[in-house]
T-cell receptor
Framework: GEDVEQSLFLSVREGDSSVINCTYTDSSSTYLYWYKQEPGAGLQLLTY?????DMKQDQRLTVLLNKKDKHLSLRIADTQTGDSAIYFCAESRYSSASKIIFGSGTRLSIRP | DTAVSQTPKYLVTQMGNDKSIKCEQNLGHDTMYWYKQDSKKFLKIMFSYNNKELIINETVPNRFSPKSPDKAHLNLHINSLELGDSAVYFC???????????????FGPGTRLTVL
């Protein structure tokens, strides 16, 4: 199937780490992405990982990929109010050039 | 500024009307897309063009007709608008990586369509 699944909501306290999880079904996935959508705006690419990697770190962001379990996560360290947004997991596949499948998005809210 | 731009940003219209949304990218990308995002924020691909040729056409009513006059532009024309067409429509572009694997997509700011 084409499913990419995420939980819909996540609430964290300011300063804590946020972990957003995603599962996908297609083992031919080659690239996996995290996009951020702020209110009233388009999607902005945060980071991506190639399927032969386990981890990628970029400043406060850490992406972990468990290819065996088809599980992707995004960890945001020291979560700030500006991190409030919807986070979309997405995958692309070698067999479907130019097509990216998006998850339903996780709405991250920050508590003071 | 290098970007993906869309016009208009907001579009309010009556049921039954015909309307167009325009998209332009100056990133030099070969591939452009239209997505529909519904009120629950679910993002679904509608169409994709590569170098002016249609390569993805998902299950979309034929009231929706994309047109790509050149590889920097992809417009979306919608005939006989219905209430259910109300959504945010996003344009995106990408340059495919070698081997045909999809590259990173860059999104426009969206067009919020409201059908009354």
């Amino acid at each position: 199937g084409e499913d990419v699944e995420q939980s819909l909501f996540l609430s964290v306290r300011e300063g804590d780490s946020s972990v957003i999880n995603c599962t996908y079904t297609d083992s031919s996935s080659t690239y996996l992405y995290w996009y951020k959508q702020e209110p009233g705006a388009g999607l902005q690419l945060l980071t991506y990982i190639f399927s032969n990697m386990d981890m990628k770190q970029d400043q406060r962001l850490t992406v972990l990929l468990n290819k065996k379990d088809k599980h992707l996560s995004l960890r945001i360290a020291d979560t700030q109010t500006g991190d409030s947004a919807i986070y979309f997991c997405a995958e692309s596949r070698y067999s479907s050039a130019s097509k990216i499948i998006f998850g339903s998005g996780t709405r991250l809210s920050i508590r003071p | 500024d290098t970007a993906v731009s869309q016009t208009p940003k907001y579009l309010v219209t009556q049921m039954g009307n015909d309307k167009s949304i325009k998209c332009e990218q100056n990133l030099g990308h070969d591939t452009m897309y239209w997505y529909k995002q519904d009120s629950k924020k679910f993002l679904k691909i509608m169409f994709s063009y590569n170098n002016k040729e249609l390569i993805i056409n998902e299950t979309v009513p034929n009231r929706f007709s994309p047109k790509s006059p050149d590889k920097a532009h992809l417009n979306l024309h919608i005939n006989s608008l219905e209430l259910g067409d109300s959504a945010v429509y996003f344009c995106a572009s990408s340059r495919p990586k070698a081997g045909g694997v999809a590259d990173t997509q860059y999104f426009g700011p969206g067009t919020r369509l409201t059908v009354l």
